[in-house]
């Protein structure tokens, strides 16, 4: 007998996603610009807007999502969200930009990362085909999705090599 999902925490979901998104890189930004005076501030100052502003966006995304079962257009929504504003947080924590400028010592440098922010975002919209395909396992169908007020269908069966036969183009196929 399946039973519902339960709906996670979204006080659980949201203090995570605080610790994670907005209090350890606060945390770690700070430090470096404690621990290291020399490097320019202006950078760090850009870090930690990006960093407060989408990290405390990222928090709210993750309570709303505990409050949807997965299935729901709402869920993926915030999936979707959440997905694209890890991307932002990230772009924030390389400061705005895939080009880090900086100086030490009187000695400026720059350092190149896009083709590092690319395989990281790719990696990261991995998350995106993952939600997609929770999404379509738990969608309701058949009596649950007309129990819950969806308009879903039962899962189409299979399809004989006989039924294609009897076709001209295949895709015309209309399966009872």
């Not at 610790?19 to 890189?25: D, F, R």
């Not at 705005?96 to 190149?112: A, C, E, R």
């Not at 999705?145 to 090599?161: D, N, Q, W, Y």
Request: charged share 15%.
């Amino acid at each position: 007998m399946p039973t519902e999902p339960h709906h996670e925490s979204s006080w659980a979901k949201a203090s995570w996603a605080l610790v994670y998104y907005v209090i350890i890189p606060t945390c770690l930004i700070e430090t470096i610009m404690w621990r290291f005076p020399e490097l320019s501030r202006e950078h760090f100052y850009v870090m930690l807007r990006w960093v407060l502003g989408v990290g405390i966006l990222i928090v709210g995304v993750n309570a709303l999502r505990a409050n949807h079962a997965p299935g729901t257009l709402a869920r993926l929504g915030l999936d979707s969200a959440y997905v694209a504003g890890t991307i932002g947080w990230l772009l924030g924590i390389l400061g705005g930009d895939t080009v880090l400028d900086q100086s030490w010592q009187g000695h400026p440098f720059s350092i190149d990362i896009g083709r590092l922010f690319a395989v990281v975002a790719s990696l990261a919209s991995l998350n995106l085909v993952y939600y997609i395909m929770r999404f379509r396992s738990a969608r309701p169908t058949g009596e649950r999705a007309r129990a819950m007020g969806l308009e879903g269908a039962p899962a189409p069966g299979p399809v004989t090599i006989e039924q294609l036969e009897q076709l001209e183009r295949p895709d015309q196929l209309q399966v009872p």
